[in-house]
């Protein structure tokens, strides 16, 4: 599976939008775009997957490049409960098989008010 | 439908101890992934089954460390004679019996206390 890169941390004011980065510029065709948060002490948490087009779910929108180097996860109005750690994972469709899922540091975003 | 469940959510052993890890998958579901997350670390993954069978164990230490999911009943990760090192927090996902990827529900993770 390709590797990300995430910046370590950001911030954002309560109400505005958080915007995630995430770099995979060894992405290949098959793979997908997995996006995970994991607040504190708790199990991650599934947010949103892509592989070319953008994605929205009732909790983030999904944007990537058209030449799928790179992607953001758009929180468009972050509130405190949102503080996590968010973790950009790219993942091989194994076409019937599950597979891993291989996390990194991931960006830890503080929501402050 | 109740998420993904584990138990103990805290389990304290003193070294050389067995520790047994329980986790009960989502209704319907049945793929289950055993991830380890030391303090101040991310996730990494351990072993992956399906009932009654191990399909990946690349990430289990080789020794001490094993896993099952029968055909009744919750997988059950089991370490034996444990050592401080094992301190940390395991965390099961599950994902659906379906062709393609979905997503891995997780669950509240047991956290392990060697003492």
């Known amino acids: 599976d390709a590797k990300t890169t995430q910046p370590p941390s950001m911030d954002c004011a309560e109400g505005r939008a958080a915007n995630l980065p995430c770099n995979h510029s060894t992405i290949s065709g098959n793979e997908y775009v997995y996006w995970y948060r994991q607040i504190h002490s708790q199990g991650p948490q599934y947010i949103i997957h892509g592989l070319k087009n953008n994605e929205t779910n009732e909790m983030a929108s999904l944007i990537i490049t058209e030449d799928r180097k790179s992607s953001t996860l758009i929180l468009p109005h972050a509130t405190l409960r949102d503080t996590a750690v968010y973790y950009c994972?790219?993942?091989?469709?194994?076409?019937?098989?599950?597979?891993?899922?291989?996390f990194g540091k991931g960006t830890k975003l503080s929501v402050k008010p | 439908n109740a998420g993904v469940m584990q138990n103990p959510r805290h389990l304290v052993r003193r070294r050389g101890q067995e520790a047994r890890l329980r986790c009960s998958p989502m209704k319907g579901h049945s793929h289950v992934y055993w991830y380890r997350q030391l303090p101040e670390e991310g996730l990494k993954f351990m072993v992956y089954l399906q009932k009654e069978n191990i399909i990946d164990e690349s990430g289990m230490p080789k020794e001490r460390f094993s896993a099952e999911f029968p055909k009744e009943g919750p997988s059950i990760l089991r370490i034996q004679q444990v050592v401080r090192g094992d301190s940390a927090a395991y965390f099961c996902a599950s994902s659906p019996p379906l062709a393609g990827l979905y997503e891995q529900y997780f669950g509240p993770g047991t956290r392990l206390t060697v003492t």
């Open positions: 994972i790219v993942r091989v469709n194994y076409g019937g098989s599950q597979g891993n899922l291989i």
